[in-house]
């Protein structure tokens, strides 16, 4: 199991998640692409593994932080690892992640929540909105990416949008790490 999702790993960082196909994957494991399918049954579950191997050494360390610090750094640290590895945030966008490395951030997670008081309906969507905030926030970041400095010539000049002309510079550069971080603290103080 560990050679195959080796190799797909390789294969998604070299050349993209559209590349990753069974057959191509076969092909350089050297088999046929029935002889994986008993430890891999579909694609999706092989992109699952994958996230799970990104994952895996996410810091959920228990500290002697306060409960929003400590949320606060672990949602952090999952948005550097996407940041990181941007395969793992079209994964995660395209369909669930059912493995170890996500059961293990999630019970964490509701574990904090609940240890600090939330009743269950509020640890569930309080780690919801925490997650999809985090994760929609590296695919932004992801997409700005490469944002030119034409951009802000042409944002500037469109009139019709007096607002983001004005501000098209700080628009297109887009605050980043610590807007995120305000953004989750403005979360947790709300629930908190």
């Known amino acids: 199991m560990t050679r195959i999702v080796d190799v797909a790993t390789r294969i998604v960082e070299d050349d993209g998640l559209e590349k990753l196909t069974m057959r191509r994957l076969a092909a350089e494991l050297g088999v046929t692409p029935m002889a994986f399918y008993a430890h891999v049954p579909t694609k999706g579950r092989l992109?699952?593994?994958?996230?799970?191997?990104?994952?895996?050494?996410?810091?959920?360390?228990?500290?002697?932080?306060?409960?929003?610090?400590?949320?606060?750094?672990i949602?952090?640290?999952?948005?550097?690892?996407?940041?990181?590895?941007p395969i793992l945030a079209q994964v995660l966008t395209t369909q669930t992640v059912d493995v170890a490395a996500t059961h293990?951030?999630?019970?964490?997670?509701?574990?904090?929540?609940?240890?600090?008081?939330?009743?269950?309906?509020?640890?569930?969507?309080?780690?919801?909105i925490l997650a999809n905030f985090a994760v929609g926030w590296?695919?932004?970041?992801?997409?700005?990416a490469d944002d030119s400095p034409d951009r802000?010539?042409?944002?500037?000049?469109?009139?019709?949008?007096?607002?983001?002309?004005?501000?098209?510079?700080?628009?297109?550069?887009?605050?980043?790490?610590?807007?995120?971080?305000?953004?989750?603290?403005?979360?947790?103080?709300?629930?908190?």
């Open 152 to 192: 802000v010539e042409e944002l500037s000049a469109a009139t019709e949008y007096p607002h983001l002309s004005a501000l098209a510079p700080q628009y297109v550069k887009w605050p980043q790490s610590k807007a995120f971080e305000r953004g989750l603290r403005h979360l947790l103080t709300a629930y908190g």
């Open 104 to 128: 293990r951030m999630a019970d964490t997670v509701l574990g904090i929540l609940r240890g600090q008081g939330f009743s269950d309906r509020e640890s569930v969507e309080m780690f919801a």
């Open 47 to 73: 992109q699952e593994l994958i996230a799970d191997r990104y994952l895996a050494d996410l810091d959920l360390a228990e500290s002697t932080r306060r409960w929003d610090a400590r949320l606060l750094k």
């Open 138 to 144: 590296a695919v932004g970041q992801q997409a700005r």
């Open 75 to 85: 949602f952090v640290s999952f948005r550097d690892h996407m940041l990181e590895h």
